[in-house]
């Protein structure tokens, strides 16, 4: 079965880093857009960030660009999302999810979430 699980997350200060994992299985990895997608305390889902299936294609949301890098190795069955210059409003329960290949940015696998807390 397929499987999103998400990892990396914690308590950092503002101006911190933080590095998130995501290790998938049950499904052919290096074919899938990967995304990770984020929700803050009390707000909707807000989109951060996509990878194409090799990997040398990304897009960010303007409120991460030159801060965030997503990443993916194909042979690990793993996404990344190096988190760099973390603001508080960066904190949110961070999920990665698959892409239909159908329609990209409807997503049909969700990982648990990782919750990052970015706070003084």
């Known amino acids: 079965q397929v499987q999103l699980v998400e990892s990396g997350g914690g308590l950092v200060q503002p101006g911190g880093s933080l590095r998130l994992s995501c290790a998938a299985s049950g499904f052919t990895f290096s074919s899938y857009y990967m995304s990770w997608v984020r929700q803050a305390p009390g707000k909707g889902l807000e989109w951060v960030s996509d990878?194409?299936?090799?990997?040398?294609?990304?897009y960010y949301a303007d409120s991460v660009k030159g801060r965030f890098t997503i990443s993916r190795d194909n042979a690990k069955n793993t996404l990344y999302l190096q988190m760099n210059s973390l603001k508080p409003e960066d904190t949110a329960l961070y999920y990665c999810?698959?892409?239909?290949?159908?329609?990209?940015?409807?997503?049909?696998?969700w990982g648990q979430g990782t919750q990052v807390t970015v706070s003084s």
């Open positions: 990878i194409n299936s090799g990997g040398g294609s990304t």
């Open positions: 999810a698959r892409d239909l290949s159908i329609r990209l940015g409807f997503y049909d696998y």
